[in-house]
């Protein structure tokens, strides 16, 4: 473990979040879709369990396996708040909420990032 | 492809799509009394929209599109109107099977979904400038 490691830990955390707002936008696209089943990411911390084991390759482009995948998004049927007549199962009050976790956590990462980056900064500076 | 501009793809499908529907809606509630030109003619007949989710290959998500825009069958409202030129031999015009309080529910369901819509947009335009705002003042 690289003694820097949060570094990548927060765009790990961000590029999680980037995925996850964009299955947040194809959820309220779909908002009207019928038969369309809410999707949502597996949580981040069984991310970082799996990342553990991510196979590493000589080039990062080979291995490379994106969030976006079909094995990463998981189908959250149980905690949809309500079906319609149609089989939807989007909740767009919910997927406001989701927005604004994602939006949150963001921040924080952006803010975390930003204060230890200023400090790497001041000791280079002096 | 980034997951952020792949939402913005999204959100721009959803507010095409969502588009599409006011447009429905307007047309509905234009015609709400265009009634046939000869007598007995059939008046306009309601169209209804319906959307699908659809794979979008380039960037692995799924996006919505519309995916037809077909006719309402129920029946016209019937209006006993001897003087209209569309009246049939019992006096009776068929008027539009559009109701108002339906195109409206639906109006608003649409304002709602293309509101989320832009919302999503904002939200990732927000995203995006947080990062870009991690660059500012340490240089």
Redesign the interface.
């Known amino acids: 473990m690289e003694p820097m490691y949060l570094f990548s830990l927060v765009s790990l955390q961000?590029?999680w979040?980037?995925?996850r707002?964009?299955?947040?936008?194809?959820n309220?696209?779909?908002?009207?879709?019928?038969g369309?089943q809410t999707?949502d990411l597996v949580p981040f911390s069984k991310v970082l369990d799996k990342s553990a084991l991510l196979m590493s390759g000589q080039d990062p482009s080979h291995i490379r396996t994106?969030?976006?995948?079909v094995h990463s998004v998981g189908d959250r049927r149980a905690e949809t708040w309500e079906t319609s007549h149609s089989g939807n199962s989007v909740s767009?009050e919910n997927?406001?909420i989701k927005?604004g976790e994602?939006?949150g956590a963001?921040?924080l990462g952006?803010g975390v990032?930003?204060a230890f980056?200023?400090m790497w900064?001041s000791s280079l500076k002096g | 492809m980034?997951?952020?501009a792949?939402?913005?793809k999204?959100?721009s499908?959803?507010l095409a799509?969502?588009s599409t529907?006011l447009r429905v809606v307007s047309e509905n509630m234009a015609n709400a009394f265009s009634t046939g030109k000869t007598p007995g003619a059939e008046p306009y007949q309601r169209k209804t929209v319906?959307?699908?989710?659809e794979l979008d290959r380039a960037s692995?998500?799924?996006?919505?599109k519309v995916s037809s825009i077909g006719v309402d069958s129920s029946p016209f409202n019937v209006e006993h109107d001897p003087g209209n030129r569309a009246a049939d031999a019992k006096g009776d015009v068929k008027l539009p099977n559009v109701n108002m309080l339906v195109e409206l529910a639906d109006m608003r369901?649409a304002n709602?979904?293309y509101e989320?819509?832009l919302?999503?947009m904002k939200?990732?335009r927000?995203?995006a400038s947080?990062?870009v705002?991690?660059l500012k003042g340490?240089l």
């Open positions: 961000q590029e979040l980037s995925s707002q964009s299955l947040v936008a194809q309220i696209a779909n908002a009207n879709s019928p369309y999707a994106s969030l976006l995948d767009l997927e406001m927005s994602i939006r963001f921040s952006a990032l930003k980056h200023s900064l | 980034d997951p952020l792949a939402s913005l999204i959100a499908a959803g799509a969502q529907r319906s959307f699908a989710s692995g998500t799924t996006l919505v369901e709602r979904a989320a819509d919302q999503v939200q990732v927000d995203l947080m990062t705002d991690l340490s």
